[in-house]
């Protein structure tokens, strides 16, 4: 796996290139390579820069969240399964275009393209997902420890 340009980790969730394709593990590392290198133009103006930030926000926020969203069907009774797969394909909609494409108009149409896979990914793991029993327990008691506490 490639690793970060600046502090050489591999990048995660987080991950995100430049229009030259050059690799960084998070924004923190994107901007200081910017700052010494500078940024190429492309990222500020390519057509689909604008597309590709959103997205990939998008995706750090839905990978970042996913665990703690689908407990929360079994410890507060939403949301349900189904509502976070319907919020997932509402999202993918707007990349109907760059689905079609799959990747063939240059670097950030393959980014979005691969983004939009991850997601699909990321529905395929809802719809077979089951809470660890352990965990569930302990996120149920968390819960009963804080309305406890508010009373
Ligand atoms: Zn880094």
């Known amino acids: 796996m490639k690793r970060c340009k600046v502090c050489r980790k591999k990048p995660r969730v987080e991950r995100r290139v430049n229009a ?19 940024h190429p133009m492309d990222d500020l103006n390519h ?6 930030e959103m997205i990939r926000l998008d995706y750090i926020r839905w990978a970042n969240d996913l665990e703690d969203q689908l407990y929360g ?15 997932i ?5 707007e990349y109907i275009d760059y689905i ?12 979005i393209y691969d983004y939009t896979q991850q997601f699909e990914a990321m529905i395929a793991t809802i719809r077979t997902w089951e809470p660890n029993s352990k965990e569930l327990t ?7 420890e804080r309305l406890a506490n508010e009373e």
């Open 138 to 144: 302990r996120r149920r008691q968390i819960k009963e």
């Open 100 to 111: 079609g494409l799959e990747g063939s108009d240059g670097l950030f149409s393959q980014e």
């Open 47 to 52: 057509p689909y820069i604008d597309d590709y």
């Open 89 to 93: 394909n509402e999202l993918l909609e």
């Open 73 to 87: 069907e079994w410890v507060f009774g939403a949301p349900r399964k189904v509502d976070l797969i319907e919020n």
């Open 20 to 38: 030259e394709g050059v690799l960084f593990c998070s924004n923190d590392c994107y901007e200081t390579y910017g700052k010494k290198v500078g």
